[in-house]
């Protein structure tokens, strides 16, 4: 149980990490496509927040009647992966797409920006919706290895840490380093380092299983 515990708080700080790379990310395409360091962020914000909110109010009704949360975790994690690396392209055709819009309506001055923002939103809102997943998943899966307020904290904690390190790194190493792109591709390493993690969880469940099954 604590080998699979730790590997649950591996997961969890990578899937941290991960998100606060794509968030730094995304103000920093926000800012060049929308020309405003002030707009961006709150239109990040809004997405990212939500996107949150979402993920952890659909999944919290629905994992503790998992049978298998550690499998789910591992399909969460490999689709936040893949959707956080495409939402950096999907940013700039979202920004080609709104041009486009936005000339052939002749909308101008807030409107605007207000339809900018929104196609950002659009973008930005599924992935977040499966970080916000990570939470409630992780939450149930340590519940059933350790005592339940042992492990909300614990995930709680580990979470938090990571998301300090991913903002940190992404904004003072990555992003200026490597650019936007490879820098997602970064953030999806970590989000498949927490699927591994996941998956090895998963493992060693099913191979207990099959032996008491076997003993009986």
């Given at each position: 149980m604590r080998?699979?515990?730790?590997l649950l708080l591996g997961a969890v700080l990578c899937a941290g990490i991960a998100s606060l790379i794509y968030e730094v990310l995304w103000v920093r395409q926000l800012g060049l496509s929308l020309g405003s360091t002030a707009i961006a962020t709150s239109v990040m914000l809004s997405a990212f927040l939500g996107g949150l909110a979402l993920g952890s109010?659909?999944?919290?009704?629905?994992?503790?009647?998992?049978?298998?949360?550690a499998r789910a975790l591992v399909l969460v994690e490999i689709a936040a992966a893949v959707l956080g690396v495409a939402s950096i392209p999907a940013l700039?055709?979202?920004g080609h797409a709104y041009v486009f819009l936005a000339r052939?309506?002749?909308?101008t001055g807030v409107g605007a920006t207000a339809l900018r923002a929104l196609f950002a939103v659009v973008v930005m809102l599924i992935p977040a919706v499966l970080f916000g997943m990570t939470?409630?998943?992780a939450t149930t899966l340590g519940a059933r290895l350790v005592?339940?307020?042992?492990?909300?904290?614990?995930?709680?904690?580990?979470?938090?840490?990571?998301?300090?390190?991913g903002a940190l790194l992404c904004g003072l190493w990555l992003e200026p380093t490597f650019g936007i792109f490879r820098s997602a591709v970064v953030g999806a390493g970590f989000n498949v380092f927490a699927a591994f993690c996941a998956l090895a969880i998963w493992l060693v469940g099913c191979k207990r299983a099959t032996r008491v099954t076997t003993e009986l």
């Open positions: 080998l699979k515990f730790t109010m659909w999944m919290g009704r629905r994992s503790d009647a998992l049978t298998q949360p700039g055709a979202a052939t309506l002749g909308v939470f409630p998943l005592k339940g307020a042992v492990a909300a904290g614990a995930v709680s904690a580990v979470s938090s840490f990571g998301s300090a390190a």
